[in-house]
């Protein structure tokens, strides 16, 4: 059991009093300690990893079973209380901000492995396991959980922001690799979804309705993950280019000709620059792509020789290979911590970071007019991107306190976004509308927001669970947190 910080006797009762009183009282007497006021931990739980500004819930709640869930679940209903599920809090939209205050509850105690199917290649687990903490698990069974945001973000956070990353070009995101789950409804009713089957026809798909509802629908307590087996032979490399345009097109020429590449992620010169920086690596600094090709030692090594005529036929030189296992977890360390990387290039900054995605075709088009427009803006915003899917996010160094810059660089975003869906693309690949996107969603699919706030009623019909996020509670409304 976790032993959570005391507060003073008043500041304890100021925040409780929030809440209904005898809402707190009921969730107190069934918790005990690990219901909490402290500041310390509220303001934890207020805060992302974005720019947005926190917004505090009066009270954090830890349950340790999908029984706790429930019986706090129909508590906040009867109350009228909003709940904030909460996982690791690496989401970058916002999406964990309590905007109306109310009860976080954080899955975090929830981190038990249920079962592991070798045969099958699935496992269950509950909602609060990290995917670290999965493949420390099953390391030694073969298999692997490929989905990987870089954060050590839980299972629970990374379904509900239908999260993907480095390796979603070859194994999917988490749309692809959730079986089923167990939810707790608003009004404490416990929902089992999917089954351990690898398809099914069996009715409408609310293992995909939940998947990237973003909390705003249930709190999910249970995942059924697939996993993939090891590949024997695993290799990366680093490729740098001479120019932006060159890196792209080689991305767009090796998705077309169907090399099952199991990474291949760019950084643009600034970006490079900032990772070496940060991390102490010696990268040229120019376009970069990061590789790596999973497979038998043949088909691995055959992946790598033909995307390398590739990278040479848009003037890039060999490529430089990280082999051993430890050079392999430096380099996608390093690219892991380009977010860190970019914040540090100016000291005391914070990063708005972008999402856009868009179909592979028009690629580089716009990153290329992307880049023109950062040139043109006088931002610094060194673009990275999982760009074999398409996605690719431009990390916007920002001075909180400068206002025009602020300004400056929400107006970038705006294009940025336009230009994503004048492609067919979207305004977010991965992390999620939250309350940041609100507008952007509006935009992008402006005739499905009411059949989302119809699917929402019915599941939610008080509307506490994650309150003002994804879409306005009404047409026309303001947008919540924004100021
Ligand atoms: C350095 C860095 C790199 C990142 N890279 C990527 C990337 O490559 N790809 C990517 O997809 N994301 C990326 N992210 C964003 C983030 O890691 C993901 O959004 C992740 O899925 C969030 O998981 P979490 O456990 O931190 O969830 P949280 O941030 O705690 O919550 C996210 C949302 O899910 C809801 N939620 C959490 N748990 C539950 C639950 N059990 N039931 C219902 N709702 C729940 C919350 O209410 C919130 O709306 C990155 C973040 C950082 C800081």
């Not at 209380?81 to 996982?87: A, C, D, E, R």
Request: proline letters at 5%; hydrophobic letters at 40%; one cysteine or more.
């Amino acid at each position: 059991m976790m032993l959570l910080p005391k507060e003073s006797a008043t500041k304890q009762a100021n925040s409780a009093m929030a809440l209904a009183p005898g809402a707190f009282t009921e969730i107190e007497a069934l918790l005990g300690n690990r219901l909490s006021t402290s500041m310390a931990l509220r303001e934890r739980h207020g805060q992302d990893e974005s720019y947005h500004p926190s917004h505090l819930p009066d009270v954090v709640a830890f349950p340790t079973s999908t029984e706790e869930v429930s019986s706090i679940a129909s508590i906040c209903t009867r109350y009228r209380i909003p709940i904030i599920p909460f996982g690791a809090g690496t989401s970058l939209e916002g999406n964990i901000a309590a905007l109306q205050g109310g009860v976080c509850i954080d899955l975090g105690g929830m981190n038990r492995i249920i079962a592991v199917n070798v045969d099958d290649m699935d496992m269950r687990v509950e909602a609060g396991v990290t995917r670290k903490q999965i493949n420390a698990h099953i390391k030694d069974t073969g298999l692997f959980f490929p989905v990987d945001p870089g954060a050590d973000a839980t299972i629970g956070g990374m379904a509900s922001t239908r999260a993907s990353g480095t390796t979603t070009v070859r194994y999917g995101t988490m749309r692809d690799n959730v079986l089923g789950l167990s939810v707790v409804l608003a009004d404490g009713r416990v929902v089992q979804t999917g089954t351990r089957a690898r398809k099914s026809a069996a009715g409408y798909d609310l293992t995909r309705l939940f998947v990237g509802a973003e909390g705003t629908l249930g709190i999910i307590t249970e995942v059924q993950l697939r996993l993939q087996s090891v590949p024997q032979a695993i290799t990366a490399a680093v490729c740098p280019f001479p120019t932006l345009e060159g890196a792209v097109t080689a991305v767009i020429q090796t998705i077309h000709m169907g090399i099952p590449v199991a990474r291949i992620e760019l950084l643009d010169e600034i970006e490079v620059r900032a990772v070496n920086r940060f991390s102490n690596l010696a990268y040229p600094e120019q376009p970069t792509l990061f590789f790596e090709f999973h497979g038998s030692e043949a088909s691995a090594a055959e992946q790598a020789e033909l995307v390398g005529e590739i990278t040479r036929g848009q003037g890039a030189s060999e490529f430089q290979w990280a082999t051993r296992t430890e050079d392999r977890n430096r380099l996608w360390q390093a690219r892991h911590d380009a977010l860190y990387a970019a914040r540090a290039l100016r000291a005391g900054a914070k990063v708005m970071i972008t999402d856009v995605c868009v179909p592979i075709s028009k690629l580089t088009a716009c990153i290329l007019e992307t880049r023109a427009d950062i040139d043109a803006s006088g931002l610094m915003a060194p673009i990275v991107g999982h760009v074999g899917d398409g996605n690719f996010h431009v990390l916007i160094v920002i001075m909180p306190d400068d206002s025009l810059e602020v300004e400056r660089a929400m107006a970038f975003n705006d294009r940025l976004v336009a230009r994503a869906l004048s492609a067919g693309g979207t305004c977010t690949g991965e992390h999620g509308i939250g309350y940041g996107k609100i507008g952007y969603l509006e935009r992008e699919q402006p005739g499905a927001i009411d059949l989302m706030r119809a699917i929402k009623q019915a599941v939610d019909p008080h509307c506490i669970m994650n309150p003002s996020k994804i879409f306005r509670a009404a047409t026309g409304a303001p947008v919540a947190g924004k100021t």
